[in-house]
T-cell receptor
Framework: KQEVTQIPAALSVPEGENLVLNCSFTDSAIYNLQWFRQDPGKGLTSLLLIQSSQREQTSGRLNASLDKSSGRSTLYIAASQPGDSATYLCAVANDYKLSFGAGTTVTVRA | DVKVTQSSRYLVKRTGEKVFLECVQDMDHENMFWYRQDPGLGLRLIYFSYDVKMKEKGDIPEGYSVSREKKERFSLILESASTNQTSMYLC???????????FGPGTRLTVT
């Protein structure tokens, strides 16, 4: 059974600092890994999807890396802003099923 | 833009009631999913549908059933609601099995 862990559970940084969010998974036989953002009381918004054959994926200030062999992914958010405050979830795909981590709750202080 | 809508944002039901949660997507996606999200337990898959009238059980199907009569609509049914089904319910859709999943805004269900 796939286990997905996100550390730390919460993070508070001053505006402008770079954010580094970590995700680890136990079964490396994955098809892809996705990063999502969730605002309080809302649904999930997809940020990035990395295929298992890729090492990284970039979108604007976001960059996600994937090391499948070691079971790790890192999401980098450059020059954080208060609007980046949210919970960030990673999810790994084994066939049609996504296994989610518990998330990292980020607070960016103005 | 993909749009996934859910019939209610908040719902309060009594124990033993039959509850219907509706989800509609507008992108002609083949796959639709129902999850529940609970503090400390994260998101867990309840059911998955890969085509009209086709379904697969997820990790926690007990106490739930689903219906997909039309491609764009996927319903989650609680036959007899219980207090342990109080949760946030999230619907998602994707074009293929391994493509990005797009989520609806969620329905916060309280069973009293």
């Amino acid at each position: 059974k796939q286990e997905v862990t996100q550390i730390p559970a919460a993070l508070s940084v001053p505006e402008g600092e770079n954010l580094v969010l970590n995700c680890s998974f136990t079964d490396s036989a994955i098809y892809n890994l996705q990063w999502f953002r969730q605002d309080p009381g809302k649904g999930l918004t997809s940020l990035l999807l990395i295929q298992s054959s890729q090492r990284e994926q970039t979108s604007g200030r976001l960059n996600a890396s994937l090391d499948k062999s070691s079971g790790r992914s890192t999401l980098y958010i450059a020059a954080s802003q208060p609007g980046d405050s949210a919970t960030y979830l990673c999810a790994v795909a084994n066939d049609y099923k996504l296994s989610f981590g518990a998330g990292t709750t980020v607070t960016v202080r103005a | 833009d993909v749009k996934v809508t859910q019939s209610s944002r908040y719902l309060v039901k009594r124990t033993g009631e039959k509850v219907f949660l509706e989800c509609v997507q507008d992108m002609d996606h083949e796959n639709m999913f129902w999850y529940r999200q609970d503090p400390g337990l994260g998101l867990r898959l309840i059911y998955f549908s890969y085509d009209v009238k086709m379904k697969e059980k997820g990790d926690i199907p007990e106490g739930y059933s689903v219906s997909r009569e039309k491609k764009e609509r996927f319903s989650l049914i609680l036959e007899s609601a219980s207090t342990n089904q109080t949760s946030m319910y999230l619907c998602a859709s994707s074009s293929t099995t391994l493509a990005t999943q797009y989520f609806g805004p969620g329905t916060r269900l309280t069973v009293t």
